[in-house]
């Protein structure tokens, strides 16, 4: 059993092990995808392959769609080089459910895949043609949200970058570049439009693809390497739009258990491809049962019924809404709570916390009972049932191979967003009053514990990266297990700093609970166990 067009003439051996497959004439929707495609997608990463490629696989199989999608990669070539093309551009997506199923899907819904080389005539101007057409909708992206940036982290230009300003639209060297030289082909050919629509996991993605794109167009603009048009044709909303998204779904990196699974089965050539630049890619991927997928609906040369096969569209103010309702109330918060603790606690999977009674009633409390008070209903999905599933369905799945020490990466830029708003929102009420909240506080007072590197045991651990490590950890660094301590005049700098916690917890009269809870966690040993039980009711 070979995951390629040959491989997959024997249906019945197919089916005969649980594999779901196109129910489609493929070769009648790719010759229908090449003359007019609709979608090209940027990215073929595994949140694709497991999210988009697969809704339009279903509405292919229920002929609500005719054509297919096409996908470029620009980052790392040998995705669709090594993997891609050896496959037919099939894949497999195996959804590891709570209730312990596996269901196997062999996707084939994408029908033509293409490198973002400029120099590449052949594969530059294929990707020339496709913006040529007057059937292409839209061009959306999942390239991470450093993808977008066209400068470094000191905030110079990234070479490529400058060099393209300089050189123009012709054989641009960056991402964005191309993606911008791509989008001046369709401006020269009629000025048809589009819809470019981040799907990448990241606030306003779409204000974020747009400021790049438009920096590109102005500069070329400027120095006379393009139509003066451009500019004009990038900022009509008629012809360019950038839409905001709201993406959710996990798709970990390939797991070996899900490998083993599919080589009982019969499936050859299963092995994962670790390209040159690092990027672990296989022939499957494996991903969580739910996904959401909420899109500003603004798609100047139209769209098809997507939401047939269950993206949600709506307005750029519900986007955001339901962007806030997920990262400060219903899942984040909840995620990085369990990632501190957890770190402190020697737990190794984030789905065997939620065996733990007192650490389920905390992500519990901070969900239910302090954030949801205070949160928008954006009406395209309930907060309550979100945090249901996420509680009861998504954070316990022990299929999913998600660590506290993934998620506790970066969490000093984090809290701001994932509780900040919370707290700024008790602020703001006449009902509410932030002396209520005591389970955000513990958690910052977690995380204040977890900067000392030192588990509740009493042994030494490895944090998980973050910027602001060397600023934050001497604050924590004159702390011993079972010594007295100031612990307020230590933690003061880092208690009043906004740009961690989105206020100053001394203004908010929340740092003297934050500093009593962290005290009585670096009493000695077991400590952190002894105050999540006594405060976590």
């Known amino acids: ?56 696989q279903n509405l292919l199989n229920e ?44 996707v084939g819904s994408v029908m033509e895949s293409c490198i973002l080389d400029s120099e590449n005539d052949a594969e530059f101007g294929r990707l020339r043609e496709i913006f040529s057409k007057d059937s292409l909708q839209m061009a959306t992206f999942t390239i991470t949200e450093k993808g977008y940036s066209l400068v470094n982290g000191k905030g110079e230009l990234l070479p490529a970058v400058e060099a393209d300003f300089n050189n123009g639209p012709e054989k641009p060297a960056s991402y964005i570049g191309k993606v911008a030289s791509l989008l001046y082909t369709r401006y020269k050919n009629g000025g048809k439009p589009i819809a470019m629509v981040s799907m990448d996991n990241c606030s306003h993605n779409g204000d974020k693809l747009y400021a790049a794109v438009n920096t590109f167009a102005e500069k070329w603009t400027a120095n006379s390497l393009t139509d ?46 670790v390209t040159s630049k690092n990027t672990y890619v296989a022939p499957f991927v494996n991903a969580e049962e739910c996904e959401y997928l909420v899109i500003e609906d603004a798609f100047p040369n139209g769209r098809p019924e997507l939401e047939k096969g269950g993206l949600m569209f709506t307005e750029r103010e519900t986007v955001d809404k339901v962007e806030k309702m997920k990262v400060c109330t219903c899942l984040n918060p909840l995620h990085t709570a369990l990632a501190v603790f957890g770190c402190v606690l020697g737990y190794d999977l984030i789905s065997k916390e939620m065996k733990d009674d007192t650490l389920k009633k905390l992500v519990e409390g901070i969900g239910y009972t302090e954030g949801l008070p205070v949160v928008i209903n954006p009406g395209v999905l309930d907060p309550k049932e979100f945090i249901d599933t996420v509680i009861n369905v998504r954070i316990p799945n022990p299929f999913m191979p998600d660590t506290p020490q993934r998620i506790a990466t970066d969490t000093s830029q984090k809290l701001a967003i994932r509780y900040g708003e919370t707290i700024k929102a008790y602020e703001a009420s006449p009902e509410r009053n932030t002396g209520d909240l005591k389970l955000i506080p513990l958690v910052f007072a977690g995380w204040l514990r977890y900067l000392m590197a030192v588990d509740d045991n009493g042994n030494t651990f490895e944090l998980s990266p973050d910027p602001l490590l060397d600023t934050v950890c001497p604050y924590v660094a004159g702390f011993r297990l079972g010594e007295d301590a100031d612990v307020e005049s230590a933690l003061k700098p880092v208690l009043e700093n906004e740009k961690i916690f989105g206020v100053n917890l001394f203004e908010t009269g929340m740092a003297d609970k934050v500093c009593g809870y962290f005290r009585e966690m670096i009493a000695g040993t077991g400590a952190v166990r002894g105050v999540l039980n006594k405060y976590v009711k």
């Not at 003359?35 to 497991?50: D, K, L």
């Not at 739009?241 to 050539?269: C, H, N, Q, Y």
């Open 1 to 56: 059993m070979k995951l390629n067009e040959k491989g997959l003439e024997n249906k019945a051996q197919w089916e005969a092990a649980g594999f779901q497959l196109p129910k489609f004439d493929r070769e009648a929707v790719k010759a229908a995808t090449k003359e007019n495609p609709f979608w090209i997608h940027f990215g073929a990463g595994n949140i694709f392959r497991a999210f988009q490629a697969n809704v339009v």
């Open 63 to 106: 002929g609500a769609l005719d054509r297919g999608l096409v996908v470029a990669e620009g980052f790392d070539y040998e995705i669709i080089e090594k993997m891609n093309r050896p496959h037919d551009d099939y894949s497999i997506l195996v959804t590891l459910k709570a209730d312990g199923s596996v269901e196997k899907t062999v």
């Open 228 to 273: 003066a048009g451009f500019l004009q044709y990038v900022n009509t909303k008629e012809k360019v739009t950038f839409p905001w998204t709201m993406i959710d779904k996990i798709t970990p990196r390939p797991d070996a258990s899900v490998e083993e699974i599919l080589k009982k089965d019969g499936v050859e050539e299963l092995e994962a491809v």
